[in-house]
């Protein structure tokens, strides 16, 4: 594949921010052209031959953003290769299994056809927004659990599948 790859995300504090540009670094090392916006931002996806799509995990459910962005794009995803990443456990449980997309990614992942989907550990840190993430933070439960080998091993099986294409 020649064309452009999106890499897209809903994340509040960052921490999903830091796994998509993450995944742009390795595409990019890899030979493709990568383009990484947060979700809110994207007006089309007509311009991608490709999109990887990431959200941020709250209380069972993809961060807003994402889902309004795949909503959204629906027709113009479902005639592209579309990759999707959670992030959000605050512990080491994305490491040591796979688990597997919410019901409402597992949803739009059969509309869509979504060629994989991974969870990877997220991040809370001092400073965080919400009062759900200052509740979290006082009962000592933050810290940064992505974990960054997996994060490029899995971007690396996105980037053959597309220069298999």
Same mark, same amino acid.
């Not at 742009?24 to 383009?35: F, H, I, M, S, Y």
């Given at each position: 594949?020649t064309?452009?790859v999106l890499?897209?995300y809903?994340?509040?504090? =960052?921490s999903?921010a =830091?796994?998509a540009?993450a ?5 990019r090392k890899?030979g493709?052209t990568?383009e ?6 994207v007006?089309s996806v007509?311009?991608y031959?490709?999109?990887v799509?990431g =959200?941020g995990?709250?209380?069972g ?7 309004r ?6 027709a113009?995803l479902?005639?592209?290769?579309v ?6 456990p605050?512990?080491a ?7 597997p997309?919410v019901? =409402? ?5 059969i509309r869509?056809?979504v060629q994989d989907?991974v969870?990877?550990g997220?991040r809370?840190e ?8 200052g509740?979290?933070l006082r ?5 940064d659990f992505r974990?960054?080998?997996a994060?490029e091993?899995?971007?690396e099986?996105?980037?053959q599948?597309?220069?298999?294409r």
């Amino acid at each position: 594949m020649t064309g452009t790859v999106l890499v897209t995300y809903g994340t509040t504090n =960052g921490s999903t921010a =830091g796994i998509a540009e993450a995944v742009a670094d390795v595409l990019r090392k890899e030979g493709l052209t990568v383009e990484s916006l947060p979700a809110r931002s994207v007006a089309s996806v007509t311009p991608y031959d490709a999109v990887v799509v990431g =959200g941020g995990l709250y209380a069972g459910r993809w961060h807003k953003d994402a889902r309004r962005f795949v909503r959204r794009h629906r027709a113009q995803l479902a005639e592209r290769p579309v990759w999707f990443f959670s992030s959000g456990p605050l512990d080491a449980s994305a490491s040591e299994r796979d688990i597997p997309p919410v019901r =409402g990614v597992q949803r739009a992942m059969i509309r869509l056809d979504v060629q994989d989907h991974v969870t990877f550990g997220g991040r809370l840190e001092e400073g965080a927004k919400g009062r759900v993430a200052g509740m979290i933070l006082r009962s000592g439960k933050g810290g940064d659990f992505r974990d960054f080998s997996a994060i490029e091993a899995w971007a690396e099986g996105v980037a053959q599948a597309l220069t298999r294409r």
